[in-house]
């Protein structure tokens, strides 16, 4: 009893490993940032005050944007005008009335006289953030890679013509003024401390990792049932609270502004921020901004111009924008991945860290099931890939699918795995599955790897199979020791926090079938899972599927080239050529098919084994 | 007024034509979105007017300018992105992004912050008549030129040996590169054929306004991305449909919208286009490219 109670005890902490690991990133870095407000509140002037506020009012937005744009891999212009909002938000609420009557002379009855305080201006902001992040992303996000970075660029464009041309509201290109100015040191300092937490934190939640996942490999995320979209949504709104928050305090703290001021330079400027520090990490945020900020008030001396070690120096415009940009080519230039932006601090992961102990919980014996495709066709401008297909495949099986190159075999496999929409014909996994979608049918048990392999190259190891693990176990603790039960069984949990980059090919392989695992499927289906593996590799292999499927009766189909492992391995055999079924039956009946010979080795060949094979018998 | 309003919209699509065109064919092929090219346009402005300054006669200007457009953008591609080959989508993306700002400081202080007037030609903004419509010379001018420009490239494509290269560079590089075509000569001749398309269309911009200042090629360039979206990013016929659909649009609103509403212009133009993309996220006219299962 006791020896149970041990073997759980550390599984079962008051914080999965990740989120311990995290949160002990995230209170350094906050401790820095309160030790340095701290250390200017008591010794500095009002002026170096005033920089180390706008500081982390920057940090603020900067982590919105690097919530979004760090995870998902999309560079966002949009973070400027949703700070924008914030600003005038806030503007609008905190104003004094009696100003308000005079300033604002046209604002709408249910937007005047409010003049609430800072934070209860900010908790209204933060609602609207909410709001305003789902009615922005939604469609945004549609939209992938490079155009959807373009779609943030004229949601920039939108909003500064909204505030320019909302005169009632805004007073248009005019300075909007009369803000209050009650946001100091320690109430930016203190959201931004927030913000920090959260960037660090939100990494490491479900919607953290699958937006990673998708940003690393999209058709990899979805094959472990990952809704990219709703993944990326999240991430959307979360650093659009942190940027209309920045916006909020920003209001506060200048108490007098114009659309200008959230435009193009000011998105510029939270980019370059983020791309000096590097954009991948809450630490790279963290750094970009307390570095562009000093180098920032360094070159702001020099931009009036003036005498300088007896030089005469001329007025520059636009002097920190240029430095900004020397600055952001250099380090993408000379450390694409920004001065910090490789990784964490990743305090508790160190050599020696504690370890995660894997699940001793044996995985499940699924229970009996079909995977079932009726008449299924796919159909690519006039070449019928896969042509009429009926197979059906139960657990507690192995098939392998063979055929000559381009026979349809991988569009048979898209297709068995939602990732593939059928031009006609039906999958069904017990119950018929709704419409093509890789992600639905891997959270309903579909398993997969791929040809070309897709792991996360920059996520580790162990988070690549939490990712999967995630679709099934809600708590990130219990899924975490699920995925090293899956690495250890693979041989891979030494490199558990090694990036998934930095494993050989072999390895990569077999990363990619432990994530496919984790799923706790009922179906595994592998593309050529032996292909560019040596022999030895491949005896590794097969002796891993055979004991994962008698230990979990769960049913494999693989596509394979390597006839002796398909021979040893499966106990089924379907043959595919020109997308149709030509044969299917155990080893033995499927060898001395002529059908299968003819497809394989051409006609003549098939007739004359045929042909000597009866003189052979007749003989006998 | 309504040939006259047509007219406006066709030659302002023609211009954000040639600039989608311009961003897309470089997008095609190295998959970089440039955001510098609005200041190869400014360049291409300023070169106008220096030569116009040392009195060239005006057609030698407009060659030198357009010329200059050209070779800024080949020296771009030389200097700041061809250290960065091979680097991500976004490395480069946010490359072209500091090269623009630093450009822009660059005329600021090179040459002013303020708009320089450029002496063009008095026939250039002169009208004629047919019967009852009177046509202004300068848009009619720029839909001749964009739409020679449009047929002079889609020639260049499909007729030379570069040109077929190219196509097939946007469609998959590597097996282009196999096939024993240096992959510089490819980008190069991207960079040169978008920089010619950015010199045109600054002809085109500064022909109607007169003026250069280092902000100029900022809006059209913004615009122009939009345009190359809604086409289907790396589509050259998708730019093209894109920019003429953007520039009509726009026109056409600013002289129907009543005056309380005109100031949403944009927005309302830019809240149009994503809806359409809600609709195609590949755009209208999708790029083709090679997967790999």
């Known amino acids: 009893m006791a020896q149970v109670a041990m073997r759980e005890s550390p599984g079962r902490s008051f914080m999965p490993a990740a989120f311990r690991n995290a949160g002990a990133d995230a209170l350094c870095m906050v401790a820095v940032l309160l030790l340095a407000a701290l250390i200017i509140f008591l010794f500095g002037g009002a002026a170096m005050q005033r920089v180390v506020t706008y500081a982390a009012i920057m940090l603020t937005a900067v982590l919105g944007l690097q919530i979004f744009s760090g995870n998902s891999g999309i560079v966002s212009f949009g973070h400027a005008a949703f700070a924008g909002l914030g600003a005038y938000a806030t503007g609008i609420l905190t104003m004094p009335a009696a100003l308000q ?314 297709m068995l795995a939602g990732d593939v929409e059928p031009s006609a014909g039906t999958v069904s996994i017990g119950g018929a599955v709704r419409a093509a979608s890789a992600f639905r049918f891997a959270r309903s048990g579909v398993a997969r790897t791929f040809q070309n392999i897709r792991v996360f190259p920059a996520m580790t190891v162990l988070e690549n199979v939490v990712v999967a693990a995630r679709q099934v176990e809600p708590d990130l603790g219990q899924a975490e020791a699920a995925a ?96 149709r079924v030509i044969a299917d039956g155990t080893p033995a009946e499927v060898q001395n098919n002529p059908a299968v010979i003819a497809a394989y080795l051409g006609s003549r060949t098939a007739r004359a084994k045929t042909a000597s094979e009866t003189t052979a018998n007749e003989t006998a | 007024m309504i040939a006259q309003q047509i007219i406006n919209a066709v030659s302002l699509g023609g211009v954000y034509a040639l600039l989608a065109l311009g961003l897309a064919i470089v997008f095609s092929i190295v998959g970089l979105i440039n955001f510098a090219h609005g200041e190869l346009m400014t360049l291409s402005g300023y070169a106008l007017l220096a030569c116009l300054v040392f009195g060239l006669p005006f057609p030698l200007a407009v060659l030198v300018a357009v010329s200059c457009g050209a070779l800024a953008a080949v020296a771009m591609e030389r200097v700041a992105f061809r250290p960065m080959r091979g680097a991500s989508v976004t490395s480069l993306l946010l490359t072209s992004f500091a090269v623009s700002s630093l450009l822009k400081v660059v005329f600021q202080n090179g040459i002013s912050a303020r708009p320089q007037a450029v002496a063009m030609p008095g026939w250039m903004t002169g009208a004629f008549s047919f019967g009852d419509f009177t046509i202004g010379v300068g848009p009619s001018i720029s839909i001749v030129v964009s739409a020679l420009a449009l047929i002079a490239l889609e020639l260049f494509l499909r007729r030379t040996v570069t040109g077929t290269a190219m196509r097939a560079a946007a469609e998959d590089f590597n097996v282009v590169r196999l096939m024993g075509i240096p992959a510089s000569r490819i980008i190069a001749t991207a960079f040169l054929l978008s920089g010619l398309l950015a010199g045109l269309a600054a002809m085109l911009w500064v022909a109607q306004r007169a003026s250069v200042d280092p902000l100029m090629g900022f809006t059209p360039v913004l615009k122009a991305f939009i345009a190359a979206v809604v086409g289907g990013l790396g589509s050259l016929p998708g730019a093209v449909a894109g920019g003429f659909l953007l520039g009509i649009i726009e026109v056409l609103l600013q002289a129907t919208l009543p005056g309380a509403v005109a100031p949403y212009r944009d927005a309302i133009v830019l809240s149009g286009v994503i809806a359409v993309l809600l609709i195609r996220p590949q755009g209208l006219i999708p790029a083709v490219r090679a997967q790999r299962s």
């Open chain 1, 101 to 414: 009557r005079t300033a604002l002379r046209d604002l709408p009855q249910f937007l005047a006289g409010y003049e609430l305080s800072f934070f209860a201006a900010l908790a209204m902001v933060l609602v609207l953030a909410i709001v305003i992040g789902l009615l922005t992303g939604t469609p945004l996000l549609r939209l992938t890679g490079s155009s959807a970075s373009i779609a943030t660029l004229a949601m920039l464009i939108i909003v500064y013509t909204l505030l320019v041309a909302g005169r009632e509201i805004t007073r248009g290109s005019q300075p909007f003024y009369g803000v209050p100015r009650e946001v100091g040191l320690w109430t930016a300092v203190g959201i931004a401390s927030v913000a920090l937490v959260a960037a660090r934190l939100f990494r490491e939640t479900a919607f953290g990792l699958a937006t990673r996942a998708a940003a690393n490999d999209e058709r990899g995320a979805a094959a472990v049932g990952v809704d990219q979209r709703t993944a990326r949504l999240a991430a959307w709104v979360v650093g659009t609270v942190a940027a209309m928050a920045a916006g909020a305090m920003m209001a506060q703290f200048l108490g007098a502004f114009s659309p200008r001021d959230f435009y193009f330079d000011f998105g510029f400027t939270l980019l370059a921020m983020l791309i000096v520090g590097g954009m991948n990490s809450s630490l790279g945020a963290f750094t970009g901004v307390v570095v562009t900020i000093a180098v920032i008030e360094i070159v702001r001396r020099f931009e009036g111009g003036g005498e300088m070690f007896g030089l005469h120096l001329p007025v520059l415009f636009g002097l920190t924008q240029g430095v900004l940009a020397i600055a952001m080519i250099l380090v993408i230039w000379r450390r694409p991945t920004g001065l910090f932006g490789e990784r964490e601090l990743n305090l508790l992961r160190r050599p020696g860290g504690r370890a995660i102990p894997a699940s001793a919980q044996p995985p499940l014996h699924v229970e009996h099931d079909r995977l079932a495709a009726d008449h299924l066709s796919r159909r690519y401008a006039g070449v019928v890939a896969v042509d009429d297909v009926t197979l059906a495949f139960d657990t507690d099986s192995i098939t392998g699918i063979i055929g000559p190159n381009g026979a349809g075999k991988t569009t048979l496999l898209n």
């Open chain 1, 484 to 579: 090293m039960r899956e690495l250890s069984r693979m041989g891979l949990e030494k490199s558990a926090d090694q990036p998934a980059a930095r494993l050989a090919y072999g390895q990569r392989r077999r990363l990619e079938v432990a994530r496919a695992l984790a799923l706790k499927p009922r179906f595994l289906l592998l593309d050529e899972p032996a292909a560019g593996m040596n022999a030895v590799e491949t005896a590794e292999l097969v002796s891993i599927l055979s004991a994962v499927r008698t230990e979990r009766r769960i049913g494999v189909v693989l596509i394979e080239h390597d006839m002796r492992l398909v021979m040893n391995l499966c106990e089924r055999i379907v043959v595919i050529d020109h997308g």
